[in-house]
């Protein structure tokens, strides 16, 4: 069965400072990968996503994902992170039938 | 922004009641998705549809029925409302590349009391 684990349920990151948000999927074929971004009481926000071909996709907002099969990882970068990239970060997997990690929540301090 | 209403955005209601959602999209895709959000589990797919009258099991359709008798509405019904459906609903729309929902509505915030 499909799953997503996101290991960090809430990382705190200086504005201007590099963020790396975890990742690691189960899945059967290769998979559909996708990021979503969630302010506080909204909807969710598609980021960015890997369907195939070219492991490092890139996104909106200056994020990009790398796709490694060999640790079954997509992780989320980004160089430089602004205060208004507070949010709750969710990583999915799959087709119709997506699952969705618990969720990373980012704080940023000033 | 991608045209997706959820009607009511806030209701509490008693154990045992019909409760109904609906979903009301502008862009006409084809596919639309009703998902539950609880702390700790992200989110989880109740159901979901394909095509007017196409619909679907999710994850957790347990206790839910749906209905697309339109392209534009997508329907979310609890026959009899429990407390363990206390949660935030949302709904998504996706053109079908994929099948991935790519646009949330605001959600609805649902109390079972």
């Known amino acids: 069965a499909q799953s997503v684990t996101q290991p960090d349920i809430h990382i705190t990151v200086s504005e201007g400072a590099s963020l790396e948000l975890r990742c690691n999927y189960s899945?059967?074929?290769?998979?559909?990968l996708f990021w979503y971004v969630q302010s506080p009481g909204q909807g969710l926000q598609l980021l960015l996503k890997y369907f195939s071909g070219d492991t490092l996709v890139q996104g909106i907002k200056g994020f990009e994902a790398e796709f490694k099969r060999s640790q079954s990882s997509f992780n989320l970068r980004k160089p430089s992170v602004h205060w208004s990239d507070a949010a709750e970060y969710f990583c999915a997997v799959g087709e119709n039938d997506m699952r969705f990690g618990a969720g990373t929540r980012l704080t940023v301090k000033p | 922004d991608a045209g997706i209403t959820q009607s009511p955005r806030h209701k509490v209601t008693e154990t045992g009641t019909p409760v109904t959602l609906r979903c009301h999209q502008t862009?006409?895709?084809?596919?639309m998705y009703w998902y539950r959000q609880d702390p700790g589990h992200g989110l989880r797919l109740i159901h979901y549809s394909y095509g007017v009258k196409d619909t679907d099991k999710g994850e957790v359709s347990d206790g839910y029925s749906v209905s697309r008798s339109k392209t534009e509405d997508f329907l979310l019904t609890l026959e009899s409302a429990t407390s363990s459906q206390t949660s935030v609903y949302f709904c998504?729309?996706?053109?079908?590349?994929?099948?991935?929902?790519?646009?949330f509505g605001d959600g609805t915030r649902l109390s079972i009391l």
């Open positions: 862009e006409n895709h084809r596919y």
């Open positions: 998504a729309i996706s053109e079908g590349i994929g099948n991935q929902p790519q646009h």
């Open positions: 899945y059967g074929a290769t998979p559909y």
